[in-house]
């Protein structure tokens, strides 16, 4: 198994140079790279295939003329590349290497318990099953959660795996022997650069750039990174709304969030939280108005949210439709989770709604609800991520403006 950083190169790497040193050397045997999508795999299985065919007259080997696709191609010995995606069945091919080339595409699949269980059967009951004997398996992908495809096989130990993890700044008994904080690709990303991304915030940092994935529980927003303010606060008032239809069997609640923002920090003033009809909406959210004098709205365009949006314009000033778009609950959670490690979300020193707030934000998303953290991320995003003060706004558009994604 095999971490690296995002953009250090290592799918091009193993995908394509490491396979083509591998078939030069056995033209006989078999590779398969698996991806989290056909298209990636490809790529790099048609960019090697071209360097084989280039290499023939020096190698005393080629490519067979009936098998040279661009997702599957043979050599004239008789090995083979073969290209695939995670869960894509493998009757009739077996494999003497198997590359699974990162098969999570994004945060979204990361922490769906789904998708992680869809890859573990792919493994038991697909590729597992199409290893050769003596077969090597490479697994190279970001760690986002323990409990990923490597931390299953890991715990598994059916196979026994080697695990080489080389952070962004190198640790304590660096496997390269890097001094501590060295990083480890100075030319394309300097230390500078990489210590802007640590500050930034610990939970991606430690997952995606130094390959220490943690626990969900409580690590998304983190009691500790929530910092109290003095007795009062003063800014852009916001209040924010998650709205579910009322069901007493599910436990969904009816939450607005009602915050200060100023300089870059979001000061939560006031929670209202409820099992409420439409009407009791309309008339807390018409009270919260008065109450507070906030200048936006934001309410889910979604559910209930629109037939409560379509009342309240032109009777409420400042009313802000959000379509939270595809972005999973954590996506949108991790997307501001930066800003809440940095200490920009706060709370006051003491208040009736304080207590269950908090434990909420830091059991999310294990928690027995959700409510609080989607109308708390649904602020920050816009308080903090937004270039302009729209009357709408797509939650998808923070992929855009996640500023991890620099």
Not at 129 to 149: C, F, G, Q, Y
Not at 214 to 225: A, C, K, V, Y
Not at 353 to 377: I, K, M
Request: charged share 25%.
């Amino acid at each position: 198994m095999v971490h690296l950083p995002p953009r250090h190169g290592k799918s091009r790497a193993l995908a394509h140079y490491a396979a083509l040193l591998y078939l030069i050397h056995y033209p006989t045997r078999h590779w398969v790279t698996a991806a989290y999508g056909q298209e990636l795999s490809q790529v790099f299985c048609s960019d090697c295939r071209d360097d084989y065919e280039s290499l023939g007259p020096q190698i005393g080997v080629g490519l067979d003329p009936s098998q040279r696709s661009k997702d599957f191609w043979r050599t004239s010995r008789g090995g083979s590349y073969r290209a695939v995606g995670v869960e894509t069945a493998l009757t009739g091919f077996g494999a003497d290497v198997l590359l699974i080339d990162d098969p999570v595409k994004d945060a979204q699949d990361a922490f769906s318990e789904t998708i992680r269980e869809k890859h573990w059967q792919w493994w038991l009951g697909v590729a597992e099953k199409r290893l050769e004997p003596n077969a090597s398996v490479v697994l190279i992908m970001h760690r986002w959660t323990k409990d990923d495809l490597a931390g299953r096989l890991l715990a598994d130990q059916t196979h026994s795996f080697e695990y080489i993890r080389l952070p962004s700044l190198a640790e304590e008994n660096d496997p390269m022997g890097r001094e501590i904080d060295a990083p480890l690709w100075p030319a394309r990303y300097s230390y500078a650069y990489l210590d802007r991304l640590r500050r930034r915030g610990a939970w991606d940092w430690a997952s995606l750039y130094q390959g220490r994935p943690t626990s969900q529980d409580g690590e998304i927003w983190r009691r500790e990174w929530i910092r109290t303010y003095p007795a009062t606060a003063s800014g852009m008032m916001i209040q924010s709304w998650d709205l579910k239809v009322k069901d007493y069997a599910t436990g969904s609640k009816a939450v607005g969030v009602v915050a200060a923002v100023e300089n870059g920090i979001v000061r939560v003033i006031d929670v209202v939280r409820g099992d409420f009809g439409l009407e009791q909406v309309l008339g807390h959210i018409s009270r919260v108005r008065d109450q507070y004098r906030t200048s936006a709205v934001l309410i889910e365009d979604r559910a209930i949210g629109d037939p409560v949006i379509r009342l309240l314009r032109g009777k409420v000033p400042g009313i802000v439709a959000i379509d939270p778009g595809t972005q999973s609950k954590e996506a949108r959670a991790m997307a501001v989770q930066p800003f809440v490690a940095e200490g920009r979300l706060q709370v006051p020193a003491s208040a009736p709604w304080l207590h269950d707030y908090l434990d909420e934000l830091a059991e999310f998303p294990r928690g027995s609800y959700d409510d609080q953290v989607d109308a708390t991320s649904q602020l920050l995003a816009y308080a903090l991520l937004r270039h302009r003060t729209p009357d709408s706004m797509r939650l998808d558009a923070i992929a855009s403006m996640n500023p991890w994604r620099v």
